[in-house]
């Protein structure tokens, strides 16, 4: 029995199917609003994957799930597939994944760190890693707990005989086909071989920077974006729906998180290799503190053309001009201010002008 919140009050439940799968996993389950650093979390045997994992299940959801994997050098996977959607992002090392329908022919992709890719849904597929002398480190995110809550019955999930042809019907070019641009800063694909080259497209709605959205593998919900930001610049406040975890490819710098109507805003330091993922409905602003550009990649809800306006991402509540976030002249004069102490202790110059704070007219 696990206890929940609800107000004042609160009510005892029972684990949920994903929550009892999950448990019988035996891995690490990694919670909060981040994990500071990847690339060292400790992970364990997973019997399932014959290699090491740990879930990374941030912001309080069951919506998506997160999850970290190492195959040792030269090692491989067992063969997996599976009912939900997953997209992978290698952290590190340098490999090689076979996809096959069951009973199709096999095709194998070559990756490196900063690929991204997706498993086509149910389609089967083993990862190798293809360096003797160092491990490989990915980092998924999937709607498994969606999957599993719907069907009550992972090994469902995990065994289902069923051929999805129209997600999958493994075409030559399915993998080398650098893929097209869909529409303003969207770019559909099957294997991005780099994230921190992807080229972007200037995005200056949420303050100065570049973005790409991704649809990967044919998915419905589970897609990925790209943002970079230049020195001595910060993005708006803005919120969403659940289950966007932020990855940090490069850069310094940290995040502000807060409610509505909270006075003291969470701050979390970020570099390269951090993940960080805000709650239904929590503020979050990105901060650069560092010399370069710092560039992120975030794996989420909401596929361009398909899902964008994905419940998990866009829920009800959302006004329109929530996705370009608060304006600089209307946000709390001390972001700015703790900005500017931030870049001073990195020696870094701040660009981004001092907003303009829009005072209220008094009736005259
Ligand atoms: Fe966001």
Not at 208 to 217: P, V
Not at 245 to 251: A, M, N, R
Not at 308 to 336: C, F, K, L, V
């Amino acid at each position: 029995m696990v206890e929940e919140q609800d107000g004042a009050r609160r009510w005892p439940r029972t684990a949920s199917p994903f929550e009892k799968w999950q448990d019988a996993e035996g891995l690490p389950i990694y919670r909060g609003s981040y994990v500071e650093d990847m690339y060292t979390l400790e992970l364990k045997p997973w019997p399932r994957l014959g290699q090491l994992g740990a879930f990374v299940m941030l912001a309080e959801q069951e919506e998506d799930a997160g999850l970290v994997t190492e195959i040792r050098p030269g090692g491989q996977t067992e063969p997996q597939h599976h009912l939900f959607e997953m997209v992978i992002y290698i952290l590190d090392g340098r490999g090689a994944t076979s996809f096959w329908q069951q009973d199709g022919r096999k095709q194998t992709v070559e990756w490196q760190r900063g690929s991204l890719f997706a498993p086509p849904l149910n389609c089967y597929y083993q990862h190798f890693n293809l360096d003797g002398s160092k491990p490989v480190r990915m980092f998924s995110v999937s709607n498994a707990p969606q999957a599993i809550n719907l069907y009550h019955d992972g090994d469902f999930v995990f065994d289902c005989p069923y051929v999805f042809k129209e997600r999958y019907r493994a075409d030559d070019t399915y993998f080398t086909d650098p893929g097209r641009s869909t529409g303003t800063r969207a770019w559909q694909t099957n294997f991005v071989p780099d994230v921190r080259s992807f080229r972007l497209e200037e995005w200056r709605e949420r303050g100065a920077g570049t973005n790409m959205n991704f649809r990967l593998g044919n998915n419905t919900q589970m897609a990925a974006h790209i943002s970079e930001f230049p020195p001595g610049h910060y993005k708006k406040a803005h919120r969403h729906g659940v289950g966007a975890h932020v990855i940090i490819l490069g850069g310094a710098g940290y995040s502000l998180l807060w409610f509505e109507g909270e006075k003291e805003r969470r701050k979390v330091d970020w570099l390269d290799g951090s993940v960080l993922s805000p709650k239904e409905a929590e503020y979050h602003q990105h901060f650069n503190t560092g010399p370069n550009h710092a560039r992120y990649l975030a794996l989420r809800f909401g596929v361009p053309g398909v899902g964008q306006g994905h419940s998990n991402q866009n829920p009800a509540w959302m006004t329109p001009d929530e996705i370009d976030g608060i304006p600089y002249e209307r946000e709390d004069p001390a972001i700015y201010d703790l900005y500017v102490a931030e870049c001073a202790k990195h020696g870094s110059t701040v660009e981004l002008p001092r907003p303009q704070v829009a005072v209220p007219r008094t009736a005259s």
